[in-house]
């Protein structure tokens, strides 16, 4: 790769020495590309043309060197210019596309690249490069520019992995499957379209054809929980419970299990009438798919309730914490609101034990637990 770029330096500076002023010194100027030092042939170059020249051959050589030395406002400069008198040149526009790339301005790249579009509508590059602009896999723009460029090369893996993950999510399996099946033709093992194509044998019900991939999958050495997933849910839908019940065990000792694959395990227990397993693993699918932080959010809540006088309501979210996690805190709210804002002394003594009984942090919650201790000792005393 190295004497490839080489070479395309050599020939580069044969044809851009060629065309240049004969005022250049051109054994200065080889000696600088031929060792990459374009900072200083880009400062050359600038005091022999001057900065506003507008002649297209020298404009084209500033803008390269400026380029290649990484002075991307300079080089986008030269390339305007360029631009301004040469408007179809696919060169200067792939320039000005590749710069706004790297200065991060996307909508200037997308702007040029669509102007190629124009005058090159077959160029597969520019499609694949307008697709990956849109980060939604299924976003309609994302999808047609795929669409383009895998028209033009229908065996190109990424743009058929990325096309049938587009047409998945909208639920197009069949074209899905139709990517992925010419794309699998021409590379038989690889991995990424392999993988991307379980999920819609599973959609169109094509079990064998899913456990099949899973299988090659795993001989060839990819036994991620991904895999395992798909092979675990192909296994339930053909009725291999236990086949099934052992790619989720082997994603559990992985520590990847999640929401789905604790289901699809409680629903294989279920149908093997081990109810027991069943219903620990629904109750951990359950918990799986709770956010952590839901019991914080009801806290909150209650806290929320409590400042706007809203005592019935701040007393049923605390309680409703209660459903997700227990830290201990909810116990503290109810006290307070039971001892000064119900007037439940009684429920206000049972909610202040439980708060100790929680164990609270003795550092972080010191002074809380000081003053709980006071109103127990305190209502303890009055009754």
Same mark, same amino acid.
């Given at each position: 790769m190295k004497k490839l770029r080489y070479f395309i330096l050599i020939l580069y500076t044969s044809s851009a020495l060629a065309q240049s002023s004969d005022t250049i010194d051109k054994e200065k100027l080889i000696e600088f590309y031929q060792s990459q030092r374009f900072t200083e042939a880009a400062a050359y170059l600038q005091i022999v043309y001057g900065a506003e020249t507008d002649q297209p051959k020298e404009l084209a050589q500033i803008a390269y060197t400026n380029l290649m030395a990484g002075n991307l406002a300079i080089a986008e400069k030269s390339y305007l210019k360029l631009y301004t008198q040469q408007p179809a040149s696919l060169p200067v526009l792939f320039n000005l596309a590749a710069i706004s790339m790297r200065r991060g301005d996307d909508g200037k790249a997308m702007s040029f690249y669509k102007e190629i579009i124009k005058i090159d509508s077959m160029?597969?590059?520019?499609? $694949?490069?307008?697709?990956?602009?849109?980060?939604? #896999?299924?976003? #309609?723009?994302?999808?047609?520019?795929?669409?383009?460029?895998?028209?033009?090369? #229908?065996?190109? *893996?990424?743009?058929?992995?990325?096309?049938?993950?587009?047409?998945? @999510?909208?639920?197009?399996?069949?074209?899905?499957?139709?990517?992925?099946?010419?794309? +699998?033709?021409? /590379?038989?093992?690889?991995?990424?379209?392999?993988?991307? @194509?379980? #999920?819609?044998?599973?959609?169109? +019900?094509?079990?064998?054809?899913?456990?099949?991939?899973?299988?090659?999958?795993?001989?060839?050495?990819?036994?991620?929980?991904?895999?395992?997933?798909?092979?675990?849910?192909?296994?339930?839908?053909?009725?291999?419970?236990? @086949?099934?019940? /052992?790619?989720?065990?082997?994603?559990?000792?992985?520590?990847?299990?999640?929401?789905?694959? +604790?289901?699809?395990?409680?629903?294989?227990?279920?149908?093997? $009438?081990?109810?027991?397993?069943?219903?620990?693993?629904? @109750?951990?699918?359950?918990?799986?798919?709770?956010? *952590?932080?839901?019991?914080?959010?009801?806290?909150?809540?209650?806290?929320?309730y409590e400042l706007t006088g809203m005592i019935k309501d701040a007393n049923f979210a605390y309680h409703k914490s209660f459903d997700f996690e227990n830290t201990g805190g909810a116990y503290y709210n109810l006290g307070l609101i039971n001892d000064f804002k119900m007037d439940n002394k009684k429920a206000a003594l049972k909610y202040y034990h439980l708060y100790l009984a929680s164990k609270p942090d003795p550092e972080k919650r010191k002074e809380v637990i000081k003053y709980v201790k006071m109103r127990i000792a305190y209502l303890q005393g009055k009754s």
């Open positions: 160029n597969f590059n520019v499609y $694949k490069q307008l697709a990956s602009f849109f980060l939604n #896999p299924a976003s #309609p723009e994302k999808i047609a520019n795929l669409e383009k460029a895998n028209k033009i090369n #229908p065996t190109h *893996p990424d743009v058929a992995f990325d096309l049938a993950t587009g047409y998945n @999510k909208l639920s197009k399996n069949d074209s899905a499957y139709h990517v992925l099946d010419v794309a +699998l033709i021409a /590379d038989t093992a690889n991995l990424s379209l392999l993988k991307a @194509k379980m #999920p819609v044998c599973i959609a169109l +019900l094509k079990m064998n054809e899913t456990i099949q991939t899973g299988v090659k999958l795993m001989v060839y050495g990819d036994s991620s929980g991904y895999v395992l997933s798909n092979l675990g849910k192909a296994y339930y839908l053909n009725k291999e419970y236990q @086949k099934a019940i /052992d790619m989720y065990t082997i994603i559990e000792r992985l520590q990847q299990q999640t929401e789905s694959s +604790l289901y699809y395990t409680s629903l294989c227990y279920k149908e093997l $009438k081990n109810y027991v397993k069943a219903a620990d693993y629904m @109750k951990r699918s359950i918990k799986e798919g709770i956010s *952590p932080y839901i019991s914080n959010y009801y806290q909150i809540l209650g806290e929320i």
